[in-house]
């Protein structure tokens, strides 16, 4: 049961075992439906389970607060609201996982493919770590639509592309900053502008009444059929960053930001 939604506490969950399911799907959902999951296992002995697949499109619900999945996989899904949940030991971690979709501290260990995309359909995951795959950590297959994981981790970033590929596949990551003055306090209407290391544009804000910038995704780089595992553009991706903080009155500071 959920017992906190702005903490993602939950408690009173259960466990199923499944030992003869291989090639098999848990539960087909259609547009409209429901799926909550809580402090719950999910066990396939057979390591080729499929939790939940349908092709719904939003505003279906999946709501996966502090689960485990072993040896089950996820099947296209929109919509996803997962928080704390760790998948492992499946011949994939995560397929086709689509936009709108919010994922926080999402573990995929030890599958056969980390997180996998078919066709027209496209990966949007952030919060993401993805670790020691089997066979390689992404598998785009014959994929026409853009992919982004925001904020994500990988311990090898082995890329695989099947087929006839047109699609990218993009990292990005939050950037958030403060700016203070000497006595800690926020300085309202500083021009913070980022720029990449061939001197583009990424994004100019002002600070507000605290010092605060909203929250900016930044392009590390991109991964593409044509240069497989190699980070895009030149190898470097997009990489450093350069920072500049202005406001009249104000020494104007420069910070420069390394992403590997």
Same mark, same amino acid.
Request: one cysteine or more.
């Given at each position: #049961? ?6 993602? /506490? ?16 848990? %539960?087909?959902?259609?547009?409209? $439906? ?30 996966? !607060?502090?689960?485990?999945?072993? &040896?089950?996989?996820?099947? $296209? ?10 998948? @492992?030991?499946?011949?994939? &971690? +995560? #397929? ?6 919010? @994922?926080? =501290? ?6 056969? %493919?980390?997180? +996998?995309?078919? &066709? ?5 995951? @952030?919060? *993401?770590?993805?670790? =020691? ?14 992919? %982004? ?17 047109? /699609? ?8 958030? +900053? ?15 502008? +980022? ?24 392009? !590390?780089? !991109? ?15 997009? @990489? ?7 406001? *009249?009155? %104000?020494?104007? =500071? ?7």
């Amino acid at each position: #049961q959920l017992d906190d939604a702005a903490t993602h /506490a939950t408690s009173a969950g259960c466990t199923i075992l499944l030992t003869d399911a291989a090639g098999a799907t848990i %539960y087909n959902h259609g547009s409209g $439906s429901t799926i909550e999951f809580y402090s719950s296992s999910f066990i396939s002995l057979q390591k080729n389970t499929v939790l939940m697949q349908g092709g719904a499109v939003a505003p279906d619900v999946f709501v996966v !607060y502090n689960c485990l999945f072993d &040896g089950i996989y996820w099947g $296209s899904v929109t919509g996803l609201d997962a928080y704390n949940v760790y998948i @492992t030991k499946a011949t994939f &971690g +995560m #397929q086709d996982v689509k936009a709108p979709s919010t @994922t926080d =501290r999402l573990t995929v260990s030890d599958c056969g %493919y980390g997180m +996998m995309v078919w &066709g027209p359909n496209s990966l949007y995951v @952030t919060n *993401a770590v993805v670790q =020691r795959a089997v066979t390689t950590s992404f598998l785009f297959n014959t994929n026409v639509a853009d992919s %982004y994981l925001v904020d994500g981790e990988c311990d090898v970033w082995n890329i695989t592309w099947a087929g006839v590929c047109t /699609a990218e596949f993009f990292r990005q990551y939050t950037f958030n +900053m403060q700016v203070v003055d000497a006595d800690g306090a926020g300085i309202l209407g500083v021009t913070v502008a +980022m720029v990449d290391n061939a001197a583009g544009a990424v994004f100019s804000v002002a600070t507000d009444a605290n010092g605060d910038i909203a929250e900016q995704i930044v392009t !590390y780089g !991109y991964y593409d059929p044509a240069n497989g595992n190699v980070i895009q553009p030149g190898g470097v991706g997009y @990489t450093p960053f350069t920072v500049t903080l202005s406001k *009249a009155g %104000y020494i104007t =500071r420069t910070i420069v930001y390394a992403v590997d």
